[in-house]
């Protein structure tokens, strides 16, 4: 399908880290700079992948930065700085975008409810994702993040992935502790830019997620006013429904997943997939 580069980022989040403790304390705006550095250094290095089209991917808050990386790499193309990486568009998930349309559902019942039991209506179980997770039973949810928290820390897979000793002590899903300043308030200045532009875009959200519901989502992008040019359809997988998508005029498209819930690809892999080869191969969802 593609080659893939896997970044963590911001730094010191995963397997970076920052020879100073004060290069961990970065925010919306230095972080994308220094990934736009970080791809332009890779393809300085790997000149062969230079031609393929390139296109940025993220969930969640990754959403929210990866239109500005892709604005800083555009207009390092427009300046012709070297290398000339192929950006041709951007892929986001359940993207957190502005505080006025992130706007989190809360389940109606009558009595409050904290996070943890809400979570549960999404067949989650509540972990602290800053702490090594118990052994949860094999059919709970979280099992996964007990197996990559186990597959992380063990000594083959650290030399396999070749992180060097004494950089990064235990690895855990997210550093809570790392100093991250959220100072961009609203990516869809961004979002606008770019598809004006003729970058490609495809939005997509779990149609359960709780956290960035698919109609805070939809709110933002019929913000842009772009008019509509496939109108609102189901897609398929194998024959059965596997969501709902809307395509809109300056190449952008919107999808959801069916039964994903924060973030989809972690609970319908084969329909995210799917749905991201077609997008991939400009082919209808």
Known sequence: MASIIFLDSPVCSGFSYARDPKGCDVGDYSSSLQVQRFLNKWFTHHP??????????????????????????????EKRDQPLINLKGYLIGN????PKFDKKCVVAIPEPIDDAIR???????????????????????TYGYYLAYLWMNNKMTRDALRI????VGEWVRCKKEVPYTQDMPSSIPYHRNLTTRGYRAL????????QVPQLSTQAWIRSLNFSIVDDWRAWH????AAGFTITYANKLT???VKGGGHTAPEYQPEECFAMAQRWLDNKPL
Do not use: W
Request: hydrophobic fraction near 30%; charged fraction near 20%; aromatic fraction near 12%.
């Open 48 to 77: 062969q992948y230079l031609s393929n089209p390139f296109y940025l991917g993220g969930d969640s808050y990754a959403g929210k930065v990866i239109p500005l990386i892709a604005t800083y790499m555009s207009q390092g193309t």
């Open 237 to 240: 997988l194998d024959g059965q």
């Open 95 to 98: 993207p957190i975008t502005e």
């Open 164 to 167: 060097k000793e004494g950089t």
């Open 254 to 256: 919107f999808a959801t």
């Open 119 to 141: 979570r549960k209506f999404l067949l989650e179980e509540s972990i602290e994702p800053n702490e090594a997770p118990g052994r949860p039973t094999v059919d709970c949810f």
């Open 203 to 210: 939005v997509y959200s779990g149609d359960h997620d709780l």
